[in-house]
């Protein structure tokens, strides 16, 4: 499953929260891992807006419920709400989750599953 989402760094915290994220603890990226997230990346604004995407081996919610039960995620998620716009939460429960309506290789493989060769006429002149 892929997965995008949104939040929102304090503008006065955006050089902590990268510093943070230049070097993230070995034990929380394991656990990450572990936890079926995949191909995760995080993208930063100048403005605080934070836009992430995962890949994972389930459900979003049950992947991070899995983080939840680590000890690293708490520690993590307790230094991180200091960083973000909505500190009464965690971070990672605070995620916007976005609606996927466009994938680029589903949409090639549906169209070469039905047989599709559509080619857009060139107009005549």
Wanted: aromatic content about 10%.
């Amino acid at each position: 499953m892929r997965v995008c989402f949104r939040s929102s760094v304090k503008p006065s915290q955006i050089p902590e929260y990268r510093s943070r994220h230049a070097a993230v603890w070995p034990e929380l990226l394991r656990e990450l891992k572990a936890a079926g997230w995949n191909n995760y990346s995080l993208f930063l604004a100048d403005d605080g807006l934070l836009v992430g995407y995962v890949e994972c081996d389930d459900d979003f919610d049950a992947a991070r419920a899995r983080m939840a039960l680590t000890e690293v995620n708490a520690r993590w998620q307790a230094e991180m709400a200091l960083l973000f716009e909505d500190g009464a939460q965690s971070p990672d429960q605070g995620f916007l989750q976005l609606t996927e309506i466009f994938n680029l290789e589903d949409q090639l493989s549906a169209a070469t599953a039905s047989g599709d060769n559509h080619q857009p006429q060139k107009e005549q002149s």
